[in-house]
C-alpha cells in the first residue's frame, strides 16, 4: 500500500497567510457553516501565536519552540505536542509523521505531548476549537501540521546556513542534523535551536514534494505501541496523586432525578471508607481504594426523589417519535425538482436504537481543589471544554486551573462530553485532599449519553426502468447538535448532523426532498455524539432502502448502484473494488450465506463494505467475511487506515448485531457487558481493506468503518433470508428459516436465482 | 496482613480478605497495567496469572490466592510466551486505544504457554473473554499466529525497522 506519486505536485512555495481548502463532510460540515456565518472560531497555526511564550514557558522554555507543537531542546531532544487527543485512533502517530516529515527527523527520534487546554492554540480548522471527532483531525492538520515542520525546518536550515555563512537553499535536512552537502559539513538540531529560536518567522515555505516523502504513506508503527503492550502507558484511571482518595459515585438512575437522603450510618462505619459526598443528583462514598468506596457505596441506604421522567419507557419514547415522524413540523433540508405524479412508488419506515458508548475505561476524573488552584488529570476529547467547566464550578479563574490530558481508553464521542469531569468537580471542591472520581461500568452505561433513537420514513419514485426518479426523506429525532454547539445550528434551525448523507447522496437521482423533523427527548435524557455520528444513522436508512430499490427493480443490488454512479467515478471504484475483491457472483453460495453491499461518501471518503453472513435456521447471524474498499485520498499511515477500518467496522457490526439501551421506570435497563453485549473475537470475521490511491485531499477515517457497517450487514441478511430489517439491533426472531421470504431475492449468481425460486 | 508473590516480589498488604486482586494491585502495590473494564468478569480487562493460568483480578478474592505466584503485564515480557507475544504485538501493531490490551496480551501468552501453535478454535476459545472496543481482534488473531510460527500474517501492513520508523 504505497502511496502512488506518478502525477508530480507543486513545488512552489507557500504562502502562510492564505487559507486552506479542506475535504470537508460529516460533523465538520456544520462548523464550516459556522466559520461562513462569521462567528470567529479559533485554530491552529504553523507560526508563532500570542500564547505560545506562555505556553512554552510553562513547558520548561525549551531554545526553540517555533510554533505550538514543536520543542528542540540544546540537547537535540525533539517533543512534539499533539493538538488532538489520542484514543486509539493513531492520531498522535499521523500528526507525528506529518509535522517530522516536514521537520527532518524520524519517528524513532520523537517524544509525544499531550497538549495543554488552549482552543487558541490547538483549535481544529474544521471545528473551531481544541476538538478530537468528527473524523476531522487528519483532514483538518494534514496541511498546517506540514507547514509548521517546515517552519521549524526553516528556522533551522537559516541557523545553520547563517553559522556557516552559505546559501540556505544549499543545505539539506536528515534525521535530525542539517547538511552542507558542498563542504561536508552537518550540525545537530540541537546545536542550533537556540539560534533559531532568535530568528523571525517565515513568510513562506517548502512542503516536501509527495514523491520525495520518506514517512508519509509508509505503514509505520505507531508511537505509543511500545508502552501501551507493557501496559506502561496511562490512562485517566491510572493516574496517582500524593494524598489521593478514590470516590465511587452513584447518580439518580432516572433522567433529571434527585437526591432524596442518603443514610450513610452503615457506611461510614467500613474499613477504609473516608468520606460520603453528597450533590444535588449524586452520592459518593469515598474510601482508602476503589473497593472500601464501593462497599461503602452499596451500604448507603439511598433514597432518590425520582422526578418527572420516573415512569418513562422505550415505548413511550418510540410513539412520541412516530407520532412527531408523521405529524410534525419538519425543516426541508434540500429539495431538488419535485416529485413525478406517475410511477411505483416504494416506501419504507426505519428505527434505529439509542446506543450506549462504553468505552472500555469507564470514565473517571482526578481533581485536586484548594482555595487558589485547580488540577484536574482527565482523558478527554475537549480539553478547553474543561477548563471552562472547572472555572465555572470552582470559581477560579483559568490561569489557576491546570489539566493535564490523558492516553482515552476509548473515545466514541463519550468523552465530548464535560458531564463526568463536572460531577468530579463538585465532588472534589468537598474535600481537602486530591479526589480520583471513578464511575463503575454499571455507572457509566446507566449514565451515558447516549446515541438519539431515529424514526425515518423514506419514499422513492421508480421510472420505468426501476431507477430512482425521486426520493425523499423525513427524519425525525433529537439533536445532539442543538445542544452541543447550538451556535452551529444552520438556517430554519437545521441541525446538518442530522441529514449528513442524505442531503447528498452518491447516486445520479434527479429529485429529492430532505427534511428534517426535530423531536426533543424528555428534559435529563441527554444524546450524545456516537461514532460516525448522523452519518452512521442515515447509511443504515439510504443503503438499505437502495437494496430495497434493487430487489423491486428486480436487479441485482451490485448492477443497480453501477447504473446509478456513471456520473460518480470516485464511488463507483470503490464499489467495482470490493465487488472485485470479494468475487461477487462468481460463485455460488450455500443456502442461507448471502453478501449484503452498502456505499457511502462519509467524512469526505468514499467507502464501499460488503459483508458475507450466514443466517442459522434459527436466525443466528455469523459474519464470515467482509471486504471494504475505500479512497480517503492521500493515506498518511496505511496501517492505522487498515486498522481504523477493520475496528470501525467492527464497531459497527457490534452494534447492529446487538446494542441497544432501553428504559424502563425511568431509567436506563442495561448495566454492563452482560446486557449490553459487544461483538467478540470469536465472532469476528475477516476483513479486507483495499483502497485506492490517489493524490486528493485526506478524507477522514476513525468513523468511516461504523458508518458502512449495520447497512452492509442487513443487506446481506435480507439476501440470505428474504427478510428485512427495518430496526435495529438484529432481531432474530424475524429471521428463523421461512422459504417464502427468499422469492423475492435477486441474486448475481444463477445458482442463487435458484434458491431464490426455490 | 496477607503475603502476595507478585511479579516475583513478596508483597505484604493489609486489605479485607475479599477485596478482589485488581484493586489490590492498582490501588495498593501501585501496578496500574492491570485494567479495570466491567468488574464482573466479562471484559477481560483484568487477566492476570496466577501460577501461569489466565484469571480474571476483579472477581478474585485476594484471600483465595494463597502462595500462588501471580503474574501481571508489568512482568509478563520476562517470559518465553510473552516475550513472543509482545513481540508479536508490536510487529503486528494490534493496539489501539490500548486499554484492553494488557488483558488481551495476558490471555494471549497463557495460550501459547498452554499451546504452541493454536488452531483458529483454540484462539477463539482462549480470547473471546477479552472484549475490545477499538475492534482489533483481526490483528490480535493474525499477532498470537505470528508469534505461535514466527512466519509474517497476510494482513500485515507494518514495516518494522525502516529508517525513521518508531522502535
Known amino acids: 500500500m504505497k502511496l502512488k506519486t506518478g502525477r508530480p505536485q507543486t513545488t512552489d512555495q507557500i504562502d502562510l497567510n492564505r487559507r486552506h481548502a479542506i475535504q470537508s463532510g460529516g460533523l465538520a460540515i456544520a462548523f464550516l457553516w459556522l466559520g461562513g456565518s462569521g462567528i470567529a472560531s479559533a485554530a491552529i497555526n504553523a507560526r508563532r501565536q500570542p500564547g505560545d511564550a506562555a505556553a512554552a514557558l510553562a513547558d520548561g522554555n525549551p531554545a526553540f519552540a517555533p510554533n505550538a507543537f514543536i520543542r528542540i531542546g540544546t540537547d537535540g531532544t525533539v517533543r512534539l505536542v499533539m493538538p488532538t487527543v489520542e484514543m486509539g485512533q493513531a492520531i498522535y502517530t499521523g500528526s507525528s509523521m506529518l509535522l517530522a516529515e516536514e521537520l527532518g527527523v524520524g519517528l524513532d527520534q520523537i517524544s509525544v505531548e499531550h497538549s495543554p487546554p488552549s482552543d487558541d492554540l490547538y483549535g481544529m480548522p474544521l471545528l473551531g476549537g481544541q476538538i478530537t471527532g468528527g473524523s476531522t483531525s487528519t483532514r483538518g492538520t494534514w496541511q498546517v501540521l506540514r507547514e509548521a515542520g517546515a517552519v521549524a525546518r526553516t528556522l533551522l536550515v537559516t541557523a545553520a546556513a547563517t553559522q556557516w555563512h552559505v546559501d540556505p537553499s544549499t543545505c539539506t535536512v536528515d534525521r535530525g542534523m542539517v547538511h552542507h552537502i558542498p563542504s561536508g559539513r552537518s550540525v545537530g538540531f540541537g546545536a542550533v535551536a537556540s539560534a533559531a529560536g532568535q530568528l523571525p518567522m517565515p513568510d513562506k515555505v517548502q512542503l516536501t514534494d509527495p514523491k520525495d516523502f520518506k514517512l508519509i504513506g509508509k505503514p509505520l508503527r505507531r508511537v505509543d505501541s511500545a508502552d501501551k503492550i507493557k501496559g506502561a502507558t496511562q490512562f485517566g484511571l491510572d493516574v496517582r496523586v500524593p494524598g489521593m482518595k478514590i470516590a465511587v459515585v452513584k447518580a439518580c438512575p432516572t433522567f433529571d432525578g434527585k437526591l432524596a437522603s442518603v443514610d450513610d450510618k452503615a457506611a461510614r462505619a467500613m474499613p477504609g471508607v473516608v468520606d460520603v459526598i453528597r450533590i444535588a443528583d449524586a452520592v459518593a462514598v469515598v474510601g482508602d481504594h476503589f473497593w472500601a468506596a464501593k462497599q461503602g457505596l452499596e451500604a448507603l441506604v439511598i433514597k432518590w426523589d425520582r422526578g418527572e421522567n420516573a415512569n418513562l419507557t422505550t415505548q413511550q419514547l418510540r410513539d412520541a417519535l412516530a407520532e412527531s415522524a408523521l405529524n410534525g413540523k419538519s425543516i426541508v433540508a434540500r429539495e431538488v425538482g419535485s416529485r413525478p405524479a406517475d410511477g411505483k412508488t416504494v416506501e419504507s419506515v426505519y428505527q434505529l436504537p439509542m446506543l450506549a458508548h462504553a468505552t472500555m475505561e469507564p470514565l473517571n476524573a482526578t481533581i485536586f481543589v484548594t482555595s487558589d488552584k485547580c488540577e484536574i488529570w482527565v482523558g478527554t476529547q475537549v480539553p478547553a471544554r474543561v477548563l471552562d467547566a472547572a472555572a465555572k464550578i470552582t470559581g477560579l479563574s483559568k490561569d489557576k486551573i491546570i489539566v493535564h490530558n490523558q492516553y482515552l481508553g476509548g473515545g466514541f464521542g463519550r468523552r465530548l462530553e464535560t458531564d463526568s469531569v463536572e460531577q468530579a468537580l463538585a465532588l472534589a471542591k468537598q474535600v481537602s485532599y486530591p479526589l480520583k472520581v471513578v464511575w463503575t461500568r454499571e455507572e457509566d452505561i446507566r449514565h451515558d449519553r447516549v446515541r438519539p433513537m431515529y424514526h425515518d420514513r423514506i419514499s422513492a419514485v421508480l421510472d420505468a426502468n426501476g ?23 444552520g438556517k430554519d434551525g437545521l441541525d446538518s448532523d442530522a441529514v449528513e448523507c442524505v442531503v447528498e447522496v452518491p447516486y445520479e437521482i434527479p429529485n429529492l426532498k430532505v427534511e428534517w423533523i426535530r423531536h426533543d427527548m424528555p428534559p435529563g435524557l441527554i444524546v450524545g455524539w456516537w461514532r460516525g455520528v448522523g452519518s452512521t444513522h442515515n447509511l443504515f436508512v439510504v443503503e438499505s432502502f437502495m437494496d430495497e430499490l434493487a430487489h423491486h427493480a428486480g436487479k441485482d443490488p451490485l448492477e443497480y448502484r453501477r447504473a446509478l ?37 462519509p467524512f469526505g471518503s468514499r467507502v464501499c463494505a460488503i459483508v458475507e453472513a450466514e443466517v442459522t435456521p434459527q436466525g443466528e447471524v455469523r459474519l464470515r467475511r467482509a471486504v471494504v474498499a475505500l479512497d480517503c485520498g492521500i493515506g498518511v499511515n496505511p496501517s492505522s487506515i487498515e486498522a481504523q477500518i477493520q475496528g ?54 476513525g468513523e468511516v468503518g461504523t458508518a458502512i457497517a449495520a447497512p452492509a450487514l442487513a443487506n446481506a441478511i435480507f439476501a440470505a433470508t428474504g427478510v428485512r430489517l427495518y430496526k435495529l439491533p438484529v432481531d432474530r426472531n424475524l429471521l428463523v428459516q421461512d422459504a417464502n421470504a427468499l422469492k423475492h431475492v435477486v441474486s448475481a449468481t444463477a445458482a442463487d436465482q435458484g434458491r431464490s425460486d426455490a | 496482613m496477607l503475603s502476595l508473590s507478585v511479579n516475583g516480589e513478596s508483597h505484604s498488604v493489609d486489605v479485607p480478605a475479599d477485596m478482589p486482586l485488581l484493586w489490590v494491585l492498582r490501588d495498593v502495590i501501585g501496578l496500574m497495567g492491570t485494567k479495570f473494564g466491567c468488574g464482573i468478569a466479562q471484559c477481560g480487562a483484568c487477566t492476570v496469572h496466577l501460577d501461569g493460568q489466565p484469571v480474571r483480578a476483579c472477581v478474585l478474592p485476594v484471600g483465595s490466592i494463597g502462595s ?8 509478563i515480557g520476562d517470559t518465553p510466551s510473552g516475550q513472543k507475544v509482545q513481540q508479536a504485538w508490536l510487529d503486528v501493531d494490534v493496539v489501539q486505544c490500548g486499554y484492553c490490551q494488557s488483558g488481551q496480551i495476558m490471555s494471549a501468552a497463557a495460550l501459547l504457554k498452554r499451546s504452541p501453535n493454536p488452531s483458529d478454535a483454540e484462539i477463539d476459545a482462549a480470547m473471546s473473554g477479552n472484549i475490545c472496543r477499538c475492534g482489533t481482534y483481526v490483528r490480535i488473531r493474525a499477532a498470537i499466529k505470528q508469534a505461535a510460527t514466527g512466519k509474517l500474517e497476510i494482513l500485515q501492513t507494518i514495516v518494522t525497522s525502516p529508517e525513521g520508523a518508531a522502535s
Open chain 1, 467 to 489: 431507477r430512482p426518479a425521486w426520493y425523499g426523506y423525513r427524519t425525525s429525532g433529537g439533536t445532539v447538535l442543538g445542544r452541543w454547539a447550538p451556535m452551529a445550528m
Open chain 2, 68 to 75: 500462588k505466584a501471580i503474574t501481571t503485564i508489568e512482568a
Open chain 1, 648 to 701: 470501525g467496522l467492527l464497531f459497527g457490526l457490534s452494534a447492529a448485531l446487538y446494542s441497544e439501551i432501553t428504559i424502563k421506570d425511568g431509567a436506563i435497563e442495561q448495566s454492563n457487558f452482560n446486557d449490553y453485549r459487544n461483538l467478540r473475537i470469536n465472532e469476528t470475521p475477516l476483513i479486507e481493506v483495499h483502497r485506492i490511491e490517489n493524490n486528493e485531499a485526506p478524507g477522514g477515517l
Open chain 1, 565 to 601: 454512479l456513471q456520473k460518480n467515478p470516485r464511488t463507483l471504484a470503490v464499489l467495482n473494488l470490493a465487488a472485485e475483491k470479494i468475487g461477487w457472483g462468481a460463485q455460488p453460495l450455500p443456502a442461507r450465506v448471502a453478501r449484503g453491499i452498502a456505499l457511502g461518501e
